[in-house]
Structure formats: structure tokens, C-alpha cells
């Protein structure tokens, strides 16, 4: 690569496989949770992964992300049955927000974190568009690196206070569900909605709330009515807007608001986030 080195390469390199792995894992996570699919412990005399057509079992070869779509053309290398372009496409979404967590965060432990959280962000993106559902277990698994995170950047204080501002997060999330079920007459934010402001609430800083909540209604706005255009019916997933916004925040808080600059080099300042 002209103009970058060996070193960098390198980093690149890792990044773009690691991303294929995150979003081979996020396809996996897409497809077993909501059948009830264990994806931690196979289940007895049950493949790791196999065709959920024929149900044979998969080799490596079969399992390469994006390749082994391209390669096979779409479809199983055993019965021939069609594969969705969505797997591929959830790799390579992966490949570029771990590329994007890359470029802001480069090559460091905070950035290995935030790199970890794709899979499963990405899984409950896709998941509550299409089951409407934010599964708990993805949820607890973003807050736990998001707590994971504040401890990195400032010790057992950061941890401690992001786990409250989680917890205060979530209570005005439900007080504003509450309030808009009352105003609407009818159900506004879903439980696992609520759940995620929470999960937002570990990672982001107070002063982030607003944007948080300003982009979320805005592209919610425009998914209702992507998703009325397309026949989808009245009620839509806010599930995807609340994902989304709180990437964009968490990306500003890294680059616009810089409340983590400088951790890595042992600078102390005045944490802006609680």
C-alpha cells in the first residue's frame, strides 16, 4: 500500500478479517436466537453450523465469509438451495463499521472493545426488523462491554458511575414510554427498547442524551415510512433508529467531543459523561 506502512498494513489486514468474523458470528447470532438455537454450546448430536435446508454439516470451506457466498453463487454446495444475500451483506456492514471503529479508535484496547460490540449490534439491528425483538442476552452483552470500556478508561469510578447512568438512562426511557403510551393511546416504546436507552446510557455521556434521542425520532420517522411504503403495516421496529443513533453519538463522542482523548497516554481531565 503506497504511503502506509508495514505496521498499519498489518493492523488494516487484521481489521478486515476480524470483520468478517464479526459479521460471519452476526449471522449466526441472526439466525439461532430467535429459533431458541443455542449459539454458545452446540446442542447434543447437533452440528455447529450446518444448511438449514438439508441440515448437512458445513466444512470450512463453506463457512469463509462473503467468499464462499460468491464462490458457491448463492446457494448450498450439498442440496443447491438458495442462500440470501443478506449474510454477505451483514459482513460486509461488519467489515466497515470495524474498519470505522479503526480509523477513530485506531489500533488500541478501547478500540478493540468498541470492535467487539459489532456482532451484536448488528444482530439486534437485523433481528428486531425482522422478529421485532431486542433480545436480552445481546443487549447485557453490549452494556457488559460497555462497563468493560468506562473501567479501561477511568478505573472502578468510570465503571461504577456508567452502570448508573444505565440504570437512570433506562427509568427516563420508560417514563417516556409511559408518557407517549398515554399521549398516543398506544404502545410507543417496547420493553426492549427501553432496555437498550440503558445500554446507551453506559456507553455514551450525558451530554449526548439529546442528539441520542433527536437522530433516533428522526430516522424512526423516516423507517415508519419506508416501512409503510413498502406494505409493512402500521407498526414498525424503533429497535434499528435507536442503533443507529447511538453509533453516530458514540462515534461524535470519540471525535467531535474528544471525552476519551488522551486516556491511553495517562492525561488526566474532568469526565464529561455522568
Given at each position: 500500500?503506497?504511503?502506509?506502512?508495514?505496521?498499519?498494513?498489518?493492523e488494516i489486514l487484521?481489521?478486515?478479517m476480524f470483520g468478517l468474523c464479526c459479521g460471519s458470528f452476526a449471522a449466526a447470532l441472526i439466525w439461532r436466537i430467535p429459533r431458541g438455537v443455542s449459539w454458545i454450546v452446540a446442542e447434543k448430536g447437533a452440528a455447529r453450523s450446518a444448511c438449514p435446508h438439508c441440515q448437512t454439516p458445513l466444512t470450512l470451506w463453506d463457512?469463509?465469509?462473503v467468499f464462499s457466498w460468491v464462490f458457491l453463487r448463492g446457494r448450498c454446495r450439498h442440496c443447491h438451495a438458495p442462500i440470501g444475500w443478506i449474510y454477505p451483506a451483514i459482513e460486509l456492514v461488519s467489515v466497515i463499521l470495524c474498519l470505522g471503529v479503526y480509523a477513530l479508535w485506531g489500533y488500541s484496547t478501547l478500540g478493540g472493545?468498541?470492535?467487539?460490540?459489532?456482532?451484536?449490534l448488528v444482530a439486534l439491528f437485523v433481528i428486531d426488523l425482522r422478529h421485532f425483538i431486542l433480545?436480552?442476552?445481546l443487549n447485557a452483552l453490549v452494556a457488559f462491554l460497555?462497563?468493560?470500556?468506562?473501567?479501561?478508561?477511568?478505573?472502578i469510578v468510570f465503571a461504577g458511575t456508567a452502570i448508573v447512568s444505565g440504570?437512570?438512562?433506562?427509568?427516563?426511557?420508560?417514563?417516556?414510554?409511559f408518557l407517549m403510551k398515554k399521549i398516543l393511546k398506544k404502545e410507543a416504546l417496547g420493553f426492549g427498547d427501553v432496555k437498550f436507552f440503558a445500554v446507551a446510557g453506559v456507553w455514551l455521556p450525558a451530554v449526548m442524551a439529546p442528539?441520542?434521542?433527536?437522530?433516533?425520532?428522526?430516522?424512526?420517522?423516516?423507517?415508519?415510512?419506508?416501512?409503510k411504503m413498502a406494505g409493512r403495516g402500521a407498526v414498525f421496529p424503533f429497535g434499528p433508529a435507536l442503533i443507529v443513533s447511538f453509533a453516530l453519538c458514540l462515534a461524535l463522542t470519540r471525535v467531535g467531543l474528544g471525552l476519551d482523548l488522551g486516556q491511553e497516554q495517562g492525561l488526566s481531565f474532568v469526565r464529561l459523561s455522568y
Open positions: 500500500m503506497a504511503g502506509v506502512d508495514a505496521r498499519t498494513a498489518l487484521f481489521v478486515l463457512l469463509i465469509p472493545i468498541v470492535m467487539l460490540t459489532v456482532p451484536f433480545p436480552d442476552q460497555g462497563v468493560v470500556y468506562q473501567f479501561v478508561l477511568g478505573g440504570v437512570l438512562w433506562g427509568v427516563c426511557a420508560f417514563g417516556l414510554g442528539p441520542f434521542l433527536m437522530w433516533a425520532g428522526v430516522m424512526g420517522v423516516g423507517l415508519a415510512l419506508i416501512w
